[in-house]
């Protein structure tokens, strides 16, 4: 069971990847619970928005590939207990260098992401 949750983890993680880097809405909310709020900091500036709100900030800027940068994002960790599980992400992109921490939950047997925080760190 450790196997098929890892990689139903990493393939949404792929997914969320791909959904950031190519601008692809659709994509990209697929990965995640409906009710989800983000939150973080951005050079020490709180960070808050709802799941809709940050789709459509995704969707109205040019994407990561649509300014020919390099697809630099890594997973660093995932740790599973059960149906829960959390998962840190490097995200460096669009002249930030982000860190992600999701956390997902099993629901009818699909990974979704439930909570996301993040942070700028300057390089």
Known sequence: MYKE???????LITHY???IFYGDIDTLESCFHNDVYIYGDINGDAYMKSIQAYLNGVKERKSPKDLTENFKME?????????????????????????DYLSLTKI???????NKIFTHIAS
């Open 108 to 114: 009818n047997d699909d990974w979704k992401i439930v």
């Open 75 to 99: 997973t660093i960790g995932i740790d599973i207990m059960g149906n829960i599980a959390m998962v840190k992400l490097h995200v460096p992109m669009l002249g930030y260098n982000y860190y």
């Open 17 to 19: 990847f791909e959904g």
């Open 5 to 11: 949750n890892i990689k139903a983890i990493e393939n």
